[in-house]
């Protein structure tokens, strides 16, 4: 079961244009929210998050929006540079029994940023 | 400071055999998670160990098992290795199981033949 799922594999975007990655969520407990960026060989890295409390996270070129009745959440990057080229992965949190976090990943959509 | 270790970065085993895999988390961090990513599954959690126990179990058969040691440092075992096995295992440290935000190391890139 998929809780947390990136329906685009991959995604094609111009240079200086917008890209907006999507995820979807099932579990209702998710109370946070976080993107992570992967180039080939290494492992991924943070990039942004969001609390559920909030619907927007801003942090320089990236925003993340999150929409909780729709259980959804998109990464937008402005504008798009070559070097954003990587795998995304969006990840949620529950608290789980004992007050321990666990983090679940989506599958990941590759953006490729053609110059 | 230094980030995450793993340990080796590329190794290749036959069917049967066992592996076990190393990381070393940031100074300080007490909290080590396992991933095991393959093409189209994403990030698959194995485990997740705080100050030496293990906290959270995914969904992994027992051939899969880890521990932690005094000084947060981890190791993770695959015994009896099927080829579905092969991928790049991930660990992750955070400061403690309650911080949401892990820093990943590059990752162990397992073959098996």
């Given at each position: 079961d998929q809780q947390v799922k990136q329906n685009s594999p991959s995604l094609s975007v111009q240079e200086g244009?917008?890209?907006?990655?999507?995820?979807?969520?099932?579990?209702?407990?998710?109370?946070?929210?976080?993107?992570?960026?992967?180039?080939?060989?290494?492992?991924?890295?943070?990039?942004?998050?969001?609390?559920?409390?909030?619907?927007?996270?801003?942090?320089?070129?990236?925003?993340?929006?999150?929409?909780?009745?729709?259980?959804?959440?998109?990464?937008?990057?402005?504008?798009?540079?070559?070097?954003?080229?990587?795998?995304?992965?969006?990840?949620?949190?529950?608290?789980?029994?004992?007050?321990?976090?666990?983090?679940?990943?989506?599958?990941?959509t590759k953006l490729q940023v053609i110059p | 400071k230094a980030g995450v270790t793993q340990t080796p970065r590329y190794l290749i085993k036959t069917r049967g055999q066992q592996v076990t895999l190393s990381c070393s988390p940031i100074s300080g961090h007490r909290s080590v998670s396992w991933y095991q990513q393959t093409p189209g599954q994403g990030l698959q959690f194995l485990f997740e160990y705080f100050s030496e126990t293990q906290r959270n179990k995914g969904n992994f058969p027992g051939r899969f098992s880890g521990r932690q040691f005094s000084n947060s440092r981890s190791e993770m075992n695959v015994s009896t290795l099927e080829l579905?096995?092969?991928?790049?295992?991930?660990?992750?440290?955070?400061?403690?199981?309650?911080?949401?935000?892990?820093?990943?190391?590059?990752?162990?890139?397992?073959?098996?033949?």
């Open positions: 244009r917008i890209s907006i990655l999507n995820c979807d969520y099932t579990n209702s407990m998710f109370d946070y929210f976080l993107w992570y960026k992967k180039y080939p060989a290494e492992g991924p890295t943070f990039l942004i998050s969001i609390s559920s409390i909030k619907d927007k996270n801003e942090d320089g070129r990236f925003t993340v929006f999150l929409n909780k009745s729709a259980k959804h959440l998109s990464l937008h990057i402005v504008p798009s540079q070559p070097g954003d080229s990587a795998v995304y992965f969006c990840a949620a949190s529950a608290g789980v029994s004992g007050g321990y976090q666990k983090v679940t990943f989506g599958t990941g | 579905g096995d092969s991928a790049l295992y991930l660990c992750a440290s955070s400061l403690s199981a309650g911080t949401s935000e892990a820093f990943f190391g590059q990752g162990t890139r397992l073959t098996v033949v």
